[in-house]
């Protein structure tokens, strides 16, 4: 089987209306490249004719590919779904709901040609609601970009290219599809982004509102942990402890003051808060240390198995 160049991959969910002219735009923007692509469509627990719709193009068309889930999981795990079966050396995602325009996806490819290892597109001229889209994705990105430190002015735009052997190093769940670009960083990868087409949309209804904003904060707090801790987690636990292990020390000075003065009276109460402070301290350099532990014996490991191979 020769080699595929690229593989682009669209999650769907309820939307048979999009299906054909999806694939008409994506063929009609590859084709003219003349190179060795396929498509990946993931339906995510659809309940319409979105399956069955992608399955007739398939079946006509062997460079689509149809993955179905039983049920409906959710954009990331859709993408991820995609991303462990493509089979190209440069995976481009996007929705399927036609506002991300795959006429785009030619100048992607060219970035990466130049060397850049992931390219996320820009909505500048978006075309969704100002005040339930378009005003909490600005402040959300803006607060994402001061957080990872990867300042991309638009990390919910799907339309996104990568090496291949880039994404599929990173494990995606929750909805961390949009946290890509700074989950990679930690690779050394170079990141860019370029202004993209966007189009209102013109079949059915958002699958995403508001109310996500809330998943995007607790993802953002587990990114931030990760990207500041990941080489160095005793660190984060051991000022913890440190905290804790002081806050309890001025508990039980409070809680055993009067017996400096010749008085036995201790307030059981704040000293019995003071010693689960002390409790808490210890059990967080205990999970520092398991956590350095586990990340030096996979460096351990890596260099065994490097050294194995220069010795071979």
């Known amino acids: 089987m020769n080699e595929k160049y690229l593989s682009v991959i669209i999650p769907l969910y309820n939307e048979e209306d999009c299906i054909q002219p999806l694939y008409d735009a994506i063929t009609k923007a590859i084709d003219p490249l003349d190179i060795n692509y396929e498509m990946i469509f993931v339906d995510d627990g659809s309940k319409d004719g979105t399956f069955r719709k992608s399955k007739m193009l398939a079946e006509k068309d062997t460079r689509l590919r149809v993955i179905k889930f039983r049920k409906n999981y959710g954009q990331t795990p859709g993408m991820a779904a995609g991303i462990d079966h493509a089979q190209g050396k440069i995976l481009v995602t996007m929705d399927g709901d036609l506002q991300n325009d795959p006429s785009d996806i030619p100048m992607f490819l060219k970035?990466?040609?130049?060397?850049?290892?992931?390219?996320?597109?820009?909505?500048?001229?978006?075309?969704?609601?100002?005040?339930?889209?378009?005003?909490?994705?600005?402040?959300?990105?803006?607060?994402?970009?001061?957080?990872?430190?990867?300042?991309?002015?638009?990390?919910?735009?799907?339309?996104?290219?990568?090496?291949?052997?880039?994404?599929?190093?990173?494990?995606?769940?929750?909805?961390?599809?949009?946290?890509?670009?700074?989950?990679?960083?930690?690779?050394?990868?170079?990141?860019?982004?370029?202004k993209v087409r966007h189009h209102a949309r013109k079949f059915g209804v958002?699958?995403?509102?508001?109310?996500?904003?809330?998943?995007?904060?607790?993802?953002?707090?587990?990114i931030k942990m990760i990207l500041s801790f990941t080489s160095k987690p005793l660190r984060f636990f051991g000022g913890a402890a440190v905290f804790s292990m002081f806050a309890g020390l001025l508990l039980m000075a409070g809680a055993t003051s009067n017996v400096f003065g010749g008085m036995f009276d201790i307030d059981f109460m704040i000293a019995s808060s003071a010693l689960l402070l002390f409790i808490l301290s210890f059990f967080l350099i205990m999970v520092g240390l398991v956590c350095e532990l586990v990340m030096n014996t996979g460096k351990f490991r890596g260099l065994s198995h490097l050294k194995m191979r220069i010795n071979s």
């Not at 994705?137 to 996104?160: E, H």
């Open 111 to 194: 970035k990466i040609e130049e060397g850049i290892d992931v390219v996320c597109g820009w909505r500048h001229k978006r075309q969704d609601k100002l005040v339930t889209r378009k005003i909490p994705s600005v402040i959300a990105n803006w607060i994402i970009g001061k957080i990872t430190g990867v300042p991309i002015r638009d990390n919910g735009c799907s339309l996104k290219a990568y090496r291949a052997d880039v994404i599929k190093e990173d494990q995606l769940y929750s909805d961390m599809h949009r946290f890509i670009p700074a989950m990679a960083s930690l690779a050394g990868i170079t990141v860019t982004e370029m």
């Open 206 to 222: 958002s699958k995403y509102g508001i109310s996500r904003i809330y998943k995007v904060i607790i993802d953002l707090l587990v």
